[in-house]
């Protein structure tokens, strides 16, 4: 089974083109942190660099993705080769979406879901 998932946030804006049937393909960077305790006891953290690529209705969804957007996607992993003007052969591995879910919600939060909703009113609670 070849199925990844990720969540993290977008390095750049979302690169946007056409093919020449009209088909929209989206591509960008994913930049996945993982914190972790190394073996004299200090915390690391190690942050991998997804290149992604989604295809029409994918790519509508993550068409207006800025720098720093959190998005979350499945899918799966391609290795593809090219050969540049000097036949030097090149390997790009990156992830076809299935799925994607792009917040663009900009906020000051620290991601946790502690602050969603709080506007600071106080209000009373009729229970």
Do not use: Q
Request: charged share 25%; net charge negative; proline share 1%.
């Amino acid at each position: 089974m070849n199925e990844v998932y990720l969540m993290g946030n977008l390095t750049k804006d979302v690169e946007i083109r056409y093919t020449k049937t009209n088909k929209m393909v989206c591509t960008y960077t994913v930049a996945c942190s993982e914190r972790f305790i190394a073996g004299d006891g200090t915390e690391k953290e190690v942050t991998a660099f997804v290149n992604c690529v989604s295809w029409n209705y994918d790519a509508e969804k993550v068409v207006h993705g800025k720098k720093g957007n959190r998005i979350m996607l499945n899918g799966r992993i391609n290795t593809r080769s090219y050969e540049d003007s000097n036949n030097n052969k090149h390997y790009v591995t990156e992830v076809i979406t299935k799925n994607v879910v792009l917040d663009t919600f900009k906020s000051n939060s620290t991601g946790d879901f502690e602050s969603f909703g709080n506007d600071n009113k106080s209000e009373e609670v009729p229970f």
